[in-house]
């Protein structure tokens, strides 16, 4: 087991592509997306109901380094209070394989 950082972030999907487009440009290139995720933030509802993904959520998981996390905080906080959405970020362990 390898000790890493998960990060979880929930954006608009109409948001997700800068938020990926970050982490490329830090070398994190390998992550999960989970399009059209549905929840309730602080102003209302996302759903992903309607007939286009404007009003959905895209989740994105990714494992790092402490050291990838420090390189993408500030960056990612920055971007956050721009476009709106969370980051969650937790201790993991990585069952290497």
Known sequence: ?????????V?????????RKLLEAEGLKQYTVIPQVTGRGSSYDRDADG?????SNSYLIL???DE?????????RELLKRLGGVCVVSDAQWLMH
């Open 68 to 76: 990838e996390l420090e390189r993408i905080k500030e960056p990612l």
């Open 63 to 65: 494992a790092c380094s």
């Open 1 to 9: 087991m390898k000790p890493i950082k998960r990060v979880e972030i």
């Open 51 to 55: 007939l286009t993904t404007v009003f």
């Open 11 to 19: 954006v608009g999907s109409v948001d997700i592509r800068r938020v």
